[in-house]
């Protein structure tokens, strides 16, 4: 079973503890990216002259934003990697069908010089009955 990690971390100048099964620098990245959050939307006016519950809303639409768009672009990467993938295959059953069609190629070639090997044996041996038939007359 895995361990629960508690981190001491601070987001927005005030201490908290962190607790999860997650690592304690990734405890630490979360707090961190909060903090990020916080830096982003500090100097906005709108922001400034929020009361405390505005701007923790701001700050949550904003991160759930942020998760929308990461997952958003994590499902264009997945179909785009299906895609791929689909592409290799078809790539792949192309290339296995050219091999056998080059392994068919190379068979016949091969057919053809043992064909072209016996038929020049033929005209030698031929050409050999022909100058002796000459020479007999």
């Not at 304690?24 to 709108?46: C, G, H, M, P, T």
């Not at 190379?106 to 072209?116: A, F, G, R, T, Y």
């Amino acid at each position: 079973m895995k361990k629960i990690n508690d981190i001491e971390v601070i987001i927005n100048n005030k201490r908290y503890t962190l607790s999860g099964y997650e690592s304690e620098e990734y405890l630490q990245k979360v707090a961190s990216y909060i903090n990020s959050k916080y830096n982003e939307f500090r100097n906005r006016d709108a922001y400034k002259f929020s009361d405390s519950e505005l701007k923790h809303i701001m700050i949550q639409i904003n991160i759930a934003d942020d998760y929308f768009k990461e997952k958003e672009k994590l499902k264009e990467l997945e179909e785009e990697n299906n895609e791929k993938s689909n592409e290799i295959f078809d790539l792949k059953h192309e290339l296995i069908a050219v091999q056998t069609k080059l392994h068919s190629a190379e068979k016949e070639v091969e057919s053809l010089k043992n064909e072209l090997y016996e038929a020049q044996k033929k005209i030698v041996r031929l050409e050999t009955e022909l100058q002796e038939a000459g020479k007999k007359q």
